[in-house]
C-alpha cells in the first residue's frame, strides 16, 4: 500500500488534470451498465405489484396471501446476503455478479409458472436467494474504483436504475399486461417472461465486460492506474488509522447496525409504496395502461431529486444533514398521503414523499463505505443491507394487513411515516467522521 501512496503523491505532483480524466473515463465506462443492470434488478424484485393486478384474482389471492408473496422475497436475501458479498470480495466482483444476474433472471421468468400460494412464495423465496449481495455488492465495487469525494454522485447515479424501473418498467408492465391471451398465457406471464430474460442476458455481458480492479483495466491507461490506486489507497490507510475493522468486528459494531436500522427506516416507505401503488392508483378506477404511467411519476420525480441531492452533498462536502433532511420530508409526505382522499392530492404527497426518500437513499451508502475497507466492507455493507431489506418485507406486509383489515392500503401509510421518523434520530446520534466521508488528497 505504502509503494501505491508514493506513487501517488509523485504522479499528482506533476498531472493535476489526470483526476478528471481517470474518474470521467471510469465513470462512462463502468456506470452505464451498473445501472441497466440494478434496473432489471428492482424491477424483477417488484413487478409482482403489477402482475398482482390481474394475478390475485386468477390465481385468488387475499392481500395478506400477496404482502407475504411480495415480501417473503427479503427472508431469502437476507439469508444470504453476508456470504454473498464476502464471496464477491473473495473471487472477484466480475464472476460473481454474472452468477447473481444470470441465475435470479431464471428464476424470475419462472415466475410466470406459479399455480397458487405454495409455488408463490417459494419462487418468491428462491428469488430473493438469488439476488442476495448484487446490490451491497456493486457498492462494494463502486469503492474499488471511486475515491470518497465522488462517492455521492456515483452511487446517486447507480440506484438511479430504481426509479428508472418504475418510470420504465410501470408502463411497460401495463402494456404486457395487455398480452393476456397471446399464445395462450396470461398477461402477468408475459409480464415476468418478458422481464426476467433481459437479466441474464445482461449477467453475461458483466462476465465478458466489467474487470475486478484497476489494475486489470487495459483501457486505464499506467499513469491513470497508478493515480487511482494511489489515491485509494491513501484513503483507506486514512480510514484505517482512525478505525480500522476486522470482519468480525464490523459484524459487531454499534454503529454498523445503527446503520442497518437507518436504512431499514429509510427502505420501509420507499418498499411501501412501490409494492402497493400500483392497486392504490388502480382503485380510483384507472386501466392498466394508464396505472402504469401514474405510478411512474413519483419515481421519475425521486430519480431528479437523488441525482440533484448527491451532487449537492458533494459539492457542499455534507453528509448527515443532507441525510437527516430528507428522511424528515420523506416522513412528512408518507403521513400526508394518508390523508390524501382524491388522486390528485395522494400522488402529490407520494412524489414528495419519493423525491425525499430517493435522495436519502442515494446518499445513505456515503456513510458506512467511508466507514469500512477489506473483507470487513464485505461483510458490513452485506449486513447493512440485510437488516435494510427486512424492510421489503415488513412495509408491504404492514400495509397488507391494514387492507386486509381495513379495506384501503393508503392507511397504512401512515404507520410507515414513523420509520423514516426514526432513521432520521438515529443519523443524528451517531458520530461521523467528515474526513473519510470525502477522503484525503
Not at 17 to 30: A, F, G, H, P
Not at 259 to 271: D, H, M, S
Not at 385 to 398: C, D, E, Q, T, V
Request: charged share 10%; with cysteine; hydrophobic share 55%.
Amino acid at each position: 500500500m505504502s509503494e501505491a501512496i508514493n506513487d501517488y503523491a509523485r504522479l499528482t505532483s506533476g498531472a493535476q488534470d489526470i483526476e478528471q480524466t481517470t474518474i470521467t473515463k471510469i465513470s462512462y465506462r463502468l456506470i452505464p451498465i451498473l445501472i441497466v443492470a440494478y434496473f432489471f434488478c428492482v424491477l424483477d424484485r417488484v413487478n409482482v405489484s403489477f402482475a398482482a393486478l390481474t394475478m390475485n384474482a386468477d390465481l385468488s389471492f387475499s392481500p395478506l396471501v400477496y404482502a407475504w408473496g411480495a415480501g417473503i422475497f427479503f427472508f431469502g436475501y437476507f439469508i444470504l446476503e453476508i456470504p454473498s458479498n464476502l464471496a464477491l470480495h473473495r473471487f472477484g466482483a466480475r464472476r460473481w455478479i454474472a452468477r447473481i444476474m444470470i441465475l435470479w433472471g431464471i428464476i424470475s421468468a419462472g415466475m410466470a409458472f406459479v399455480t397458487g400460494p405454495t409455488s408463490f412464495y417459494v419462487t418468491r423465496f428462491l428469488l430473493g436467494l438469488a439476488e442476495a449481495g448484487f446490490f451491497p455488492g456493486i457498492i462494494l465495487y463502486l469503492t474499488y474504483w471511486f475515491p470518497a469525494e465522488y462517492r455521492a454522485r456515483v452511487m446517486s447515479a447507480f440506484i438511479l436504475g430504481a426509479p428508472l424501473s418504475a418510470v420504465i418498467g410501470g408502463p411497460l408492465c401495463g402494456l404486457l399486461l395487455e398480452l393476456n391471451g397471446f399464445l395462450g398465457l396470461k398477461g402477468w406471464q408475459w409480464l415476468f417472461i418478458t422481464e426476467g430474460i433481459p437479466s441474464v442476458v445482461i449477467g453475461i455481458v458483466a462476465l465478458l465486460y466489467l474487470d475486478d480492479r484497476p489494475a486489470d483495466a487495459r483501457w486505464l491507461s499506467p499513469q491513470q492506474k497508478t493515480w487511482l490506486e494511489g489515491r485509494l489507497a491513501n484513503e483507506r490507510a486514512s480510514v484505517e488509522t482512525t478505525h480500522k475493522y476486522s470482519l468480525g468486528q464490523a459484524l459487531r459494531s454499534p454503529r454498523v447496525i445503527a446503520l442497518g436500522l437507518v436504512y431499514f427506516g429509510l427502505l420501509a416507505g420507499l418498499y411501501g409504496v412501490q409494492f402497493w401503488l400500483p392497486q392504490i392508483v388502480k382503485g380510483f378506477g384507472l386501466s392498466n395502461l394508464q396505472t402504469g404511467f401514474v405510478s411512474a411519476l413519483p419515481f421519475a420525480f425521486g430519480g431528479l431529486a437523488m441525482i440533484f441531492w448527491g451532487a449537492r452533498s458533494d459539492r457542499k462536502r455534507e453528509r448527515v444533514w443532507h441525510i437527516v433532511l430528507a428522511l424528515l420530508v420523506s416522513a412528512g409526505g408518507l403521513a400526508a398521503s394518508a390523508y390524501g382522499g382524491s388522486l390528485v392530492i395522494t400522488m402529490l404527497a407520494l412524489i414528495v414523499a419519493s423525491m425525499a426518500g430517493f435522495a436519502a437513499f442515494g446518499l445513505f451508502w456515503t456513510l458506512p463505505s467511508a466507514l469500512l475497507t477489506g473483507a470487513a466492507a464485505a461483510g458490513g455493507l452485506a449486513l447493512i443491507n440485510s437488516i435494510g431489506s427486512l424492510a421489503g418485507f415488513g412495509g408491504p406486509y404492514l400495509v397488507g394487513w391494514i387492507k386486509d383489515g381495513t379495506g384501503s392500503a393508503v392507511a397504512g401509510l401512515l404507520f410507515l411515516s414513523v420509520l423514516p421518523l426514526l432513521a432520521a434520530a438515529i443519523v443524528t446520534l451517531l458520530k461521523h467522521d467528515g474526513n473519510a466521508e470525502f477522503g484525503s488528497r
